[in-house]
């Protein structure tokens, strides 16, 4: 992705430092970033309460790893625009993965991966990691897709042909 600082200090910057913990290779240009995944990806560990906007991301990528991910600091997520606890649950179960919850964590359990249809509830989060899961197992259809445009409004086009979510 190009006209990104990879030195930010922007919290959600810390998605970098997850996806090379779960095996991506991720290269920072000066401006750019770039992530490639070439090998199967590992579940990991990990506390975002100081980065709950990625939360959703990070669950989503989860459910294409051959381990389990468990992430803490998520008490907050049901005060956010819809309840996001909630919203991962639906999308995980509803694309084959297992969803467990605690207190202050969750934790995403790999399964056979399958399209479903996901409703954002007008939540631009929910939307764009329903997109992340799309990109990697396909017939993912996301009902209210612009909503995304409160955060941003290009995020569709920014993904143009990758993976196979649907539009319609």
């Known amino acids: 992705m190009d006209n990104l600082n990879p030195d930010t200090i922007q919290g959600d910057a810390v998605i970098l430092q997850a996806l090379e913990r779960m095996g991506c290779k991720v290269n920072r240009g000066m401006n750019s970033v770039t992530v490639i995944r070439d090998r199967p990806l590992s579940g990991i560990e990990i506390d975002l309460s100081n ?92 009902s209210d897709r612009e909503c995304v445009a409160k955060s941003f409004p290009g995020f569709w086009e920014a993904l143009g042909g990758m993976g196979s979510w649907r539009k319609e």
């Open 51 to 142: 980065s709950p906007d990625i939360i959703q991301t990070i669950a989503a990528i989860a459910m294409f790893a051959d381990t389990p991910t468990t992430i803490t600091g998520v008490s907050n997520l049901i005060y956010k625009e819809s309840n996001r606890i909630d919203a991962i649950r639906r999308i995980v179960e509803g694309c084959g993965a297992v969803f467990e919850k605690d207190p202050d964590h969750i934790t995403i359990i790999p399964g056979e991966l399958h399209g479903c249809t996901i409703d954002p509830e007008d939540d631009h989060r929910t939307a764009m990691a329903g997109a992340v899961t799309g990109l990697g197992i396909g017939g993912v259809f996301i």
